[in-house]
């Protein structure tokens, strides 16, 4: 007997909203930057930008299944789109994802940093979009770089290695690949603290769940 193909499509979305005071805002007059104190409201660059989008799953059969997300940023206080008024500028792809072969996807994407160099960082294990960043994100670790027209592959994970590639054939051009060993940092967040000197302990933190999203299931 064969089971019915299963299908699922979640809407889901973060309204982050907030304060923001600078005691030293750029104020020029008469071309000199007199500063000033300035207090703001932002739903952009908080700890999550605010979103909405829509994924889902459908079931091919034989470990196979077709996926997609499309997600875009908000503005609550305008209703403005995020990510430079682009509607789905978040990201947008459909792919095919097999348990045993990996999955690809095409569409605009995250580079592999986000993947495979931003979980072992401070913003991975901590969390927070701009919490830990570096100045003008030069590294892409709190995700202000997306790659347009993108094929991407990521490998399941074998036995705590995994590794994937990225190719851009238009707009922003862009090759990356990138690997991940998970297995080592499993084991020593999960070494008992006693077992552990101090200096090393303190700096040993288990994985950080992601971020949470209202969701919808449909």
Known sequence: MTAPAQTSVTLYGILDEGFQFNTNAKHVVNGVNVGGRQLTVDSINGLNGSRWGFRGAEDL?????????????????????????????????VGLSNKTYGTVTLGRQYDLVVAYVQPVTSTGYIGGSTTFGHPVDLDNLVNTLRVNNSIKYASPDFGGLSFGAEASLGGSRAISVAAAVTRLVHLMSTVPSRSVPASTSSRIRPAQPPERDCSLTM
Request: proline letters at 3%; hydrophobic letters at 30%; aromatic letters at 12%.
């Open 61 to 93: 059969g034989g470990g196979t299944r077709a996926i997609f997300d499309v997600q875009g940023g908000i503005n609550l206080n305008t209703g403005a789109f995020a990510q430079g008024g682009t509607p789905f500028g978040r990201t947008t792809y």
